[in-house]
């Protein structure tokens, strides 16, 4: 059984099966060079493990201050999902962690399908959303 106490321990547990999904989604995937988006990205704390995966990761945020703890090496998007401007058939695999429920339900069902044309043949989307 995993421990998870405090934020440290919760930390730990959630990058460990992020790290485990994108272990199998990599396995599945076609192309040797991973191009990774991680949605809503926020302090970062999920960038060291997908970065395990990912050749390249960009990184989503509507909020500047947030997007100044991803590293500068990555590009950065700094634009509310809503108005993101999807490149086609473009990331191999694309993760969201605490995302969904900053949309209402017709924003949801868009997002998702410009995600889903977003992502290459066979590419993943990873999510992670809180269950109340
Ligand atoms: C709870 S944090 C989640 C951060 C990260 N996914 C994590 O696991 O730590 C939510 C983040 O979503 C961003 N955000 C909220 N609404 C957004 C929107 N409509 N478009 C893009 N980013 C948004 C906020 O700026 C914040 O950084």
Redesign the pocket.
Known sequence: MEACVGEDGFNKVMNNRLDYQLKISCKNCLHKHKKGLEL????G??IETILKWCNELEV????EE?LKHCPDLMKKHHT???HFDWPQDNYDVIVG???LS??DATESLDVLAKIHKSLKENGSLILFEPII
């Open positions: 809503m990205a926020g302090p704390r999920n989503l945020d509507s909020s947030m509310a999902i809503q962690v605490w995302f900053y949309l």
